[in-house]
């Protein structure tokens, strides 16, 4: 049996998850931009909840590079320097090499998989064909990438490089936000997930990872 304060912890904590959900679609969403503040109190009244579970929220967002504490002014969202951004992408690309490593080499998987990932990169050759703006389409796309390589790393069974991963794909989400030109050809970005699925199908490891390898790069020289 869990005493009253478990209980209690464990209710702050699944609050606190929905906090971090709710800022970081905020962003997403361009409503907090890059250097904004974070309004605590405002928060807990949105969503109708105490200022502690804020705080944690806010403090995990800290953690993974997302939110900076400013002594005396406080919390604003994370301006990314050209350097940090490069060195997210070289990080994600190390981490998910080794992940496509493990698919191949275990055989995870399977036809469902194979169908399902097809669907999610059918859904990003159409929004890259549709009409309307740049900034919106980027986003929705970048929502289609983060589900196909989520569902990519969840079947690795590798969770401590899953959950690296999902912080620095939420900071290479930010970094497309901000910088439209890192978002390059989206056609080109939705047949190079084509191409990941029919290596992943072969098994052939090292033209998989050099489609990774290229479409990582292709942000990086929109960093440069």
């Not at 609050?15 to 800022?23: D, F, T």
């Not at 105490?50 to 929220?57: K, L, T």
């Not at 900034?135 to 289609?144: G, I, N, V």
Request: aromatic share 8%; net charge neutral.
């Amino acid at each position: 049996m869990f005493g009253r304060s478990s209980k209690n912890s464990f209710k702050r904590e699944n609050i606190s998850a929905i906090v971090i959900e709710y800022i970081k679609e905020k962003i997403i969403n361009g409503k907090y931009a890059e250097g904004d503040h974070i309004p605590e109190t405002e928060i807990a009244k949105e969503l109708g909840i105490s200022r502690a579970p804020v705080r944690e929220g806010i403090k995990e967002l800290q953690n993974q590079g997302v939110i900076e504490f400013i002594v005396r002014k406080g919390n604003f969202v994370a301006s990314f320097t050209v350097e940090d951004k490069k060195e997210i992408f070289d990080i994600r690309l190390l981490l998910e090499s080794e992940i496509l490593e493990l698919l191949i080499k275990e055989n995870k998987l399977q036809e469902k998989d194979f169908a399902y990932l097809t669907k999610i990169v059918d859904e990003m050759l159409v929004i890259s064909e549709s009409e309307g703006d740049k900034a919106k389409k980027t986003s929705l796309m970048s929502e289609k990438d983060i589900e196909f390589h989520k569902y990519i790393w969840s079947k690795s069974g590798s969770k401590r490089r899953t959950e690296m991963l999902k912080n620095l794909h939420f900071q290479v989400q930010i970094a497309m936000l901000y910088d439209t030109k890192l978002s390059g050809d989206l056609q080109m970005t939705a047949t190079q997930h084509y191409d990941i699925i029919k290596y992943l199908k072969l098994g052939d490891l090292e033209s998989c990872k050099r489609v990774l390898r290229e479409s990582i790069y292709s942000y990086k020289n929109g960093i440069l």
